[in-house]
């Protein structure tokens, strides 16, 4: 079965700085997805991409970068952080459209 | 655009009792369909899913059937357990990028 990690189950950070949360996948998907999930607003889209190097702007990209170097491995990247981007976020991977996506565990992130 | 409805929560049964959680969708063409369980603390487990009118997805006591007459895709479970108290989501995909959630739909079971 599909296997998406994503590296940290809780994290910390102060406003300003540079966040990585890292999302690695092991069944050679094309396609990965960046989501955030919050209380009442259910999940929203940030960046997904599918191909390596290849990146497209979900429904709520502000705020938020993404790098895809490798296949595997899809990295979402908050540029300068603030106290709103506190939330759930949660890494997917499919194999193609139409088909499932598998989710990992997700992050709690806490911007203080 | 696409959109996808689910019926409000919390559903509160008690074990071994019937559940249905209604979902309809708006969509063009023919997307498929999926239902998600999240469990607290966790993220998203796909639970079941169906391609094309008529199908029905089954896993783990849980069934759903694409009913493309209706918009339908109601989750429905014979015997509820109190492991089974999660939030469930109904998703379609619009066939290129998008998985389009529903609010979900928590359920508590009690002993």
């Known amino acids: 079965d599909v296997k998406v990690t994503q590296s940290s189950r809780y994290l910390v950070k102060r406003t300003g700085e540079k966040v990585f949360l890292e999302c690695v996948q092991d069944?050679?998907?094309?396609?990965m997805f960046w989501y955030r999930q919050d209380p009442g607003l259910g999940l929203r889209l940030i960046y997904f991409s599918y191909d390596v190097k290849m990146k497209e702007k979900g429904d709520i990209p502000e705020g938020y970068s993404v790098s895809r170097e490798k296949k595997e491995r899809f990295s979402l990247i908050l540029e300068s952080a603030s106290t709103n981007q506190t939330s759930m976020y949660l890494c997917?991977?499919?194999?193609?459209?139409?088909?499932?996506?598998?989710f990992g565990d997700g992050t709690r992130l806490s911007i203080l | 655009g696409n959109s996808v409805t689910q019926m409000e929560g919390p559903v509160t049964l008690s074990e071994e009792a019937f559940l249905t959680i209604n979902c309809t969708y708006t969509?063009?063409?023919?997307?498929?369909l999926f239902w998600y369980v999240q469990y607290p603390g966790e993220g998203l487990q796909l639970l079941l899913k169906?391609?094309?009118?008529?199908d029905k997805g089954s896993n783990k006591g849980f069934e759903a059937t694409y009913r493309k007459e209706t918009t339908s895709f109601h989750l429905e479970k014979g015997s509820v357990q109190v492991s089974d108290s999660a939030v469930y989501f109904c998703?379609?995909?619009?066939?290129?990028?998008?998985?389009?959630f529903g609010a979900g739909t928590r359920l508590a079971v009690h002993p």
């Open positions: 997917a991977g499919r194999t193609g459209r139409n088909q499932p996506q598998h």
């Open positions: 069944m050679d998907h094309e396609n």
């Open positions: 969509a063009t063409g023919y997307p498929s």
């Open positions: 169906a391609t094309k009118a008529d």
């Open positions: 998703a379609l995909s619009d066939g290129y990028n998008k998985l389009i």
